[in-house]
């Protein structure tokens, strides 16, 4: 059932394409209008209210951290996204004008059950973005969205990450539409390049001899840094969490712009340095990162770059460069979260490890 592969995990990785492609399917009406008839909340209630808060644990938390960028850049409307153990475990302000969105593969996960259940008790709307047709979270929330990504097996998330944040970013463009926002006419554009990643993903996927080549000459090391920026910085805690949990390796993920307040001590002569770089030519953005990118390696650090084709400008300064293809901001997390999955499986498995039940996990964490 593994279909040829040594690893559901390595499976699940290259099942992406079709995965995100089938969250996206049947989204448009006849106008080329936007449709997500499962939410179930009126245009009306959607314009009362004034806050969005993603509650999520692990690789879901990541998911809603890239989708905070993309929310708020569309509607307007505050985002924020909080770890769901942290979240029950104060008093956080939820009122009947919050929307309240959980993001849960399994739809079992006991911390962020228990947040839907605090948030409705303060009658907040509950939207649930969730892989597991039938499972408890989204029966005991308002409306649900399904990611299409069909079982996911190996504990370490993967597709369940991109139709998380394919989900979350369908969800924003419609709140964007119904709401009327100024961003309310680019919906169709950002659609139309959605659209356009699975065949993306795929040119990712058919790129990964370079990987794996890296990760046989990196996998001794012990310790592994990601860095990134603005929607890049979930794409380096994910990196960071996929090398943690299946390659029992020390592994942490900055946003770049915080090296010079503590982080950079870390960086020896040898240490591998992944980077995420922002598409050129939007903002100052592209260039932040490049200078944080020249002064770790100024420190002996390794650097692994990630960018997007053509980008010669990171050149000089990348050890070693994987190419991205070409999408924006927003949509890069799409394809740069892959790279880090292939190198975290591969590590692993050179490793000797069970990539697919890593010691200490379990696929879904229905207790505290
Ligand atoms: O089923 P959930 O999406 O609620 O699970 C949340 C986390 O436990 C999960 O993403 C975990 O972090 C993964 N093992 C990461 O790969």
Same mark, same amino acid.
């Given at each position: ?27 448009f009406d006849?106008d080329r209008r936007l449709t ?72 079992? &996960? /006991?911390?962020? =059950?228990?947040?839907?259940?605090? #948030?409705? $008790?303060? @009658?907040? *709307? ?5 892989? +597991? ?32 944040? &394919? /989900?979350?970013? =369908?969800?924003?463009?419609?709140? #964007?539409q $119904?709401? @009327?926002? *100024?961003?309310?006419?680019?919906v169709a +554009? ?36 990601? =860095? ?141």
């Open positions: 059932e593994k279909g040829g592969y040594d690893w559901f995990m390595r499976k699940e990785i290259y099942e992406q394409p079709q995965a995100v492609a089938d969250t996206l399917l049947g989204r006849s997500l008839d499962e939410i179930r909340i009126s245009a009306s209630e959607l314009r009362t209210i004034d806050k969005v808060v993603i509650v999520a644990c692990g690789t879901a938390y990541y998911a809603g951290l890239v989708a905070k960028y993309a929310i708020e850049h569309w509607t307007r409307i505050p985002c924020e996204v909080e770890i769901a153990s942290e979240f029950r475990y104060r008093d956080p302000i939820v009122t009947s004008r919050t929307l309240v969105v959980t993001i849960s593969q399994s739809g079992e &996960t /006991a911390d962020t =059950l228990m947040a839907v259940r605090y #948030a409705r $008790e303060q @009658g907040a *709307k509950v939207i649930a973005i969730c892989n +597991t047709n039938g499972s408890t979270i989204p029966r005991e929330s308002d409306a649900v969205i399904y990611t299409h990504a069909g079982p996911e097996i190996g504990v370490a998330s993967t597709k369940g990450f991109l139709t998380q944040v &394919t /989900a979350c970013y =369908l969800l924003g463009l419609f709140l #964007a $119904e709401r @009327g926002t *100024k961003f309310g006419d680019e +554009t950002v659609m139309a390049e959605m659209e356009t990643m699975p065949a993306k993903i795929q040119e990712v996927l058919d790129g990964t001899d370079a990987l794996l080549a890296l990760a046989r000459d990196l996998h001794q090391t012990e310790s592994v840094l990601f =860095l990134g920026r603005h929607a890049g910085y979930p794409v380096a805690l994910e990196g960071a969490l996929k090398l943690k949990e299946i390659a029992y390796l020390h592994a942490e993920g900055f946003p770049a712009g915080e090296l010079k307040h503590g982080p950079i001590a870390l960086v020896e002569e040898g240490i591998p340095v992944f980077v995420v770089v922002p598409p050129q030519g939007r903002d100052q953005l592209h260039d932040k990162v490049i200078s944080n990118i020249q002064e770790v390696r100024a420190r002996g650090a390794h650097t692994i770059v990630l960018a997007e084709e053509g980008d010669e400008e990171v050149r000089p300064y990348a050890d070693r460069l994987i190419s991205l293809p070409r999408a924006s901001t927003l949509l890069q997390p799409l394809l740069a979260t892959v790279p880090l999955q292939i190198f975290a499986c591969e590590v692993a498995t050179l490793l000797g490890h069970d990539v697919d039940q890593p010691r200490n996990l379990a696929k879904s964490v229905t207790v505290e």
